[in-house]
């Protein structure tokens, strides 16, 4: 397979002043020292994204360390089906932009169209017992890979709701509420049908790709897919445009949207003991969080929309020699770039005939060659 990603190119970003890498592999591992500059590398291929990158950071935090400027810039070199597309992205102005061949996007997630990444950090060990937001962060970015416009559903949800309470709380226009609300109604249905739709795809992969990570039931509650899943659309539109205009005086004394697939919980469950993945051992969360994005990898692969690229920052060090073998093969036959961290180079030996090998030591990346 010809890797997905050919070059990157770092400009005062985070540890690096300036950086440059060809990519000839489908595998990359990235090892060194705690600190050396390795996850930065990860992080800056993170940032072709519409989400805030793998460390969820502010777009000042990214500058580099040495420099008085708050500018930063990233170049990518991504290859699918034989046509190479140059992507850009950074900080100027105080603004955060994104280009393609040289002209402007009219937003970050047009860049998704090209590649499409998904990750694995250690701050998501947490993602089955930490908040219930990083949850549905974490599953409406895999849902993403489902809809291209799942993202900028959510996005205009959330603004239309913004627009309701301003309404509500400063100028009463019950014509114009009718309007948001509808609106509202109408592209939460929309959201819910996704999310189904990845559900379903979800468990069809489950169920006919073998693999040897423990694979979770999951589900999703929330009032408007609960309404949703038994009602017509044009009913289920009707029912929550009520609801919303019901609930407006306690909506604007609360300065919140009470009912919103913003609200949903993402749930995860242990397929034989069905116990909650929040009840299991971190052992097994590790296996639901591999699993899952193995199988949303090959949903993507399947929706031919562009070329998936996963990144797994120091996963290695946290699986037996076994489980590193088992990720290497079920990696091998998605056939899909993957870029690796980790701090020894004992971690990769399943990869030292495969993978594109760099050093990391002082945010200086040299290649190992045989």
């Given at each position: 397979m010809?890797p997905?990603i050919?070059?990157?190119?770092c400009?005062?970003f985070?540890s ?5 890498l060809?990519?000839s ?8 020292k ?5 996850t ?7 940032l072709?994204s519409?989400d ?12 580099n360390?040495n420099t008085?400027?708050e ?17 850009e ?5 105080g603004?955060?932009?994104g280009?393609?061949?040289g002209a ?8 998704e169209?090209?590649?499409?990444l ?5 701050s ?6 930490g908040s219930?937001?990083?949850?549905r962060n974490?599953?409406d ?5 489902c ?6 559903r959510?996005k205009k949800?959330?603004?239309l709701?913004r627009?309701?309470?301003s ?8 014509a114009?509420?009718n ?6 109604a109408?592209e939460?249905?929309?959201v ?5 739709e990845?559900?379903n ?5 489950f169920e006919?790709?073998?693999s ?7 589900s999703i509650?929330g009032?408007?897919e ?6 017509s659309?044009e009913?289920?539109?009707l029912e929550?445009s009520d609801?919303?205009k ?7 004394e ?6 919103s697939?913003?609200r949903?919980?993402?749930?995860a469950?242990h397929?034989k003991s069905q116990?909650?993945?929040e009840n299991c051992?971190t052992?097994e969360?590790k296996a639901f969080l591999?699993?899952?994005?193995l199988?949303?990898?090959r949903?993507?692969q399947q929706?031919?929309r562009g070329?998936?690229?996963l990144l797994?920052?120091?996963?290695m060090?946290h699986?037996?020699?076994v489980?590193r073998?088992?990720?290497i093969?079920?990696?091998s036959?998605l056939n899909?770039?993957t870029f690796?961290?980790g701090t020894?180079?004992?971690l990769?030996?399943?990869?030292k ?5 760099f050093?990391v ?8 060659r045989e």
């Open positions: 010809q997905a050919l070059k990157l190119g400009r005062n985070r690096y002043q300036a950086l440059s060809d990519f592999s489908r595998f990359v591992v990235f090892y060194g705690n600190g050396a500059g390795k930065n590398v990860l992080e800056a291929i993170s072709f519409s805030r990158g793998l460390r969820k950071a502010s777009v000042s935090d990214f500058a360390f008085k400027s500018g930063w810039n990233l170049e990518l070199v991504s290859e699918n089906g034989g046509y190479k597309t140059f992507l992205t950074g900080l100027w102005n603004r955060r932009f280009k393609i061949d402007a996007s009219a937003s970050l997630s047009a860049l169209e090209f590649i499409w998904l990750w694995i950090t250690p998501m060990d947490t993602i089955f017992v219930k937001a990083d949850r974490f599953f970015h895999l849902v993403s890979g809809d291209k416009k799942y993202k900028n959510l949800i959330q603004n709701q627009e309701r309470l309404v509500l709380m400063y100028r009463r226009d019950e114009w509420l309007i948001l609300e509808n609106k509202i109408e939460s249905v929309f819910a049908k996704t999310r189904f990845f559900l795809r979800l468990k069809e992969i006919n790709c073998g040897n990570f423990l694979r979770p039931r999951v509650n009032k408007i609960s309404l949703a899943a038994i009602r659309d009913d289920a539109v929550i609801f919303l019901n609930s407006r005086n306690e909506d604007c609360k300065q919140s949207t009470g009912i697939v913003h949903s919980l993402w749930l469950h397929q116990l909650e993945a051992s052992g969360q591999i699993s899952l994005v199988a949303v990898a949903i993507y929706s031919k070329v998936p690229v797994l920052d120091d996963l060090m699986l037996d020699k489980r073998k088992t990720l093969d079920e990696l036959e899909i770039q690796f961290t020894e180079l004992y990769f030996e399943d990869l005939n495969t993978a594109q090998i050093h030591e002082n945010s200086i990346c040299n290649e190992v």
